[in-house]
């Protein structure tokens, strides 16, 4: 499959060429944001974000640019989005004797882990253990505990999309695990 024909596909909400996408783009755009963020885990959540409202918005996507340009544009805005709301997330609060402290959101994903396939679970267990934790907390939550996409994303208070982007990023790094014990 090409890009054209996965964009087209992707247009026709086609799974495999979204999957294809995300596998060809997703370095560059991780990429990019690590330049940016120098943080992994803030450049991986950019990079999600960027994945799930481009396949959200795929539909917009006009062929005459590169898709590329596209996705990177998507993620440069969703970095600036994310800075603006950083800096509106710290209130300063009065404390009793007039000393200022400051509330910052904590949106990183608490620990879990887990995942299915075909190997034996004290196996699995240990591969799923390698994968960051908010990839583990969403395996866990859609095939131990048997979430659907809507009550993962209440749970986690996130978007389906990047539900969905996330759980097929997880499923595709624990493969890759998989694959280097076989």
């Given at each position: 499959m090409?890009?054209?024909?996965?964009?087209?596909?992707a247009?026709?909400?086609?799974?495999?060429?979204?999957n294809?996408?995300?596998d060809?783009f997703?370095d560059d755009?991780?990429?990019?944001?690590?330049?940016?963020t120098r943080n992994?885990n803030d450049?991986?959540?950019?990079t999600i974000?960027t994945f799930?409202?481009a396949f959200?918005?795929?539909?917009?996507?006009?062929?005459?640019?590169?898709f590329?340009t596209?996705?990177?544009t998507?993620?440069?805005?969703i970095?600036?989005?994310l800075?603006r709301?950083?800096?509106?997330a710290?209130?300063?609060?009065k404390?009793?004797n007039?000393?200022n402290a400051?509330?910052?959101?904590d949106?990183s994903?608490s620990?879990?882990?887990?995942l299915?396939?075909?190997q034996?679970?004290?196996?699995?267990?240990?591969d799923?253990k390698?994968?960051?934790?908010?990839y583990?907390e969403?395996?866990?939550?859609r095939y131990?505990?048997?979430?659907?996409?809507?009550?993962?994303?209440?749970?986690l208070?996130?978007?389906?999309n990047n539900?969905?982007v996330?759980l097929?990023?997880a499923?595709?790094l624990?493969?890759?695990?998989?694959q280097k014990?076989?």
């Open positions: 090409d890009i054209e024909e996965a964009i087209t596909r247009k026709k909400t086609d799974q495999k060429a979204f294809f996408l995300l060809t997703w755009v991780y990429g990019f944001q690590l330049k940016r992994e450049a991986e959540d950019i974000q799930s409202k959200d918005k795929i539909d917009t996507f006009d062929d005459r640019y590169k590329k596209w996705l990177i998507i993620s440069k805005n970095h600036i989005d800075l709301k950083e800096k509106n710290i209130d300063q609060v404390i009793n007039d000393k400051y509330l910052v959101l949106e994903p620990p879990e882990d887990k299915i396939t075909e034996h679970l004290a196996s699995l267990l240990r799923i390698k994968l960051k934790p908010h583990q969403v395996i866990n939550l131990f505990q048997e979430f659907s996409y809507k009550e993962i994303s209440q749970h208070g996130e978007p389906i539900v969905k996330k097929l990023r499923k595709k624990l493969a890759d695990i998989i014990h076989t």
